[in-house]
């Protein structure tokens, strides 16, 4: 097996450590290269154009890869070749594996099966965090990074949170509302952690065998998977349907204002999304909308009856 004692791979490491990406983004580059190295059980450095295609195609129809990991190896390995080792400068492997966007709309709870599934949360911990997910759109591993100094008020008194290093490493803000932040603020009076908001239980401890004071001496932030298992069992105590995870309550956030009559380039601001393009998919989801669309035509068609 290939390992990072590879020159090439070893360089490679320190190399994505200058790029302004994300941790875990320098990490699957380099674990994708190292893959490659596995496959052929050579130094990557050493293949050419003509093995890259091949191990493109082992990944799309032997190890059935989909779109996001193919867009991961293809990110991956052009970095490696073209601007690590600058070879494959003339190569069009890259440009010659195309990755379409997935076509199909994401599932989005009705505002009653997104009230069922929250009181059918027992621990208060978790259900005040998937509650703020549905009121803010934040993506799980936002929400269980909220610190208390990212709940502001503005100069005008209207109250909004900060979200630090979202997708991309990029910061926004988010409205919210009073009732949001008092049901936040007391949250945080069960608990009074210095730090976070929804602080994870103690390392090595039980969620329910743990002393009172427990949450305020957590040393981290309470856990992604936890937040999912939670939500899982949930949703199945609710009846609401398998696909629904707790990104469906980002999907539910930005329907439901758009529903409201938010208008979609705020709701893009608020989910930290880089294109309105990203944000478009939900003028599919609403039925209110397109009830709002089959009366506005009504209208027109008698202007001119």
């Known amino acids: 097996m290939i390992n990072s004692t590879v020159p ?6 320190a190399f994505v450590q200058l790029k302004d990406y994300r941790q875990p983004t320098k990490k699957e580059y380099v674990r ?3 893959r490659l190295g596995d496959h052929y059980d050579c130094d990557p450095a050493t293949l050419s154009e003509d093995q890259i295609r091949a191990y493109y195609l082992e990944l799309r129809q032997v190890r059935k890869f989909g779109g996001s990991a193919m867009k991961i190896a293809k990110c991956a390995l052009r970095c490696f070749y073209r601007e690590h080792l ?12 195309r990755i379409a966007p997935p076509q199909t709309l994401p599932l989005v709870l009705t505002r009653e099966q997104v009230a069922t599934l929250l009181k059918a949360v027992q621990l208060p911990r978790y259900r005040t965090a998937l509650g703020l997910i549905y009121h803010t759109g934040l993506r799980v591993g936002e929400a269980v990074r909220i610190e ?4 502001r008020e503005t100069h005008t008194g209207h109250p909004r949170l900060h979200v630090r290093c979202g997708k991309g490493g990029k910061d926004r803000f988010v409205p919210l509302s009073a009732a949001m932040v008092k049901e936040l603020r007391d949250w945080w009076k069960t608990h009074k952690h210095p730090t976070f908001l929804f602080p994870g239980p103690t390392a090595g401890g039980r969620e329910r065998g743990q002393p009172a004071d427990a949450a305020a001496r957590a040393d981290t932030h309470l856990s992604v998977s936890a937040v999912q298992t939670t939500f899982r069992l949930a949703r199945a105590a609710s009846g609401l349907p398998a696909e629904a995870t707790v990104h469906t309550l980002r999907h539910c956030y930005a329907t439901h204002l758009l529903e409201e009559g938010v208008s979609l380039r705020l709701i893009a601001q608020y989910l930290g999304h880089v294109s309105l393009d990203t ?3 939900y003028t599919h989801l609403t039925p209110l909308n397109e009830a709002r669309t089959r009366a506005a035509l009504e209208v027109l068609h ?3 009856a």
């Open 279 to 281: 944000t478009v998919i």
């Open 32 to 34: 994708y290269v190292r």
């Open 86 to 97: 600058k070879l494959g400068l003339t190569w069009t492997v890259f440009e010659d594996l």
């Open 8 to 13: 090439s791979i070893a360089t490679f490491a």
């Open 148 to 151: 208390l100094r990212d709940l």
């Open 302 to 304: 008698r202007a001119v």
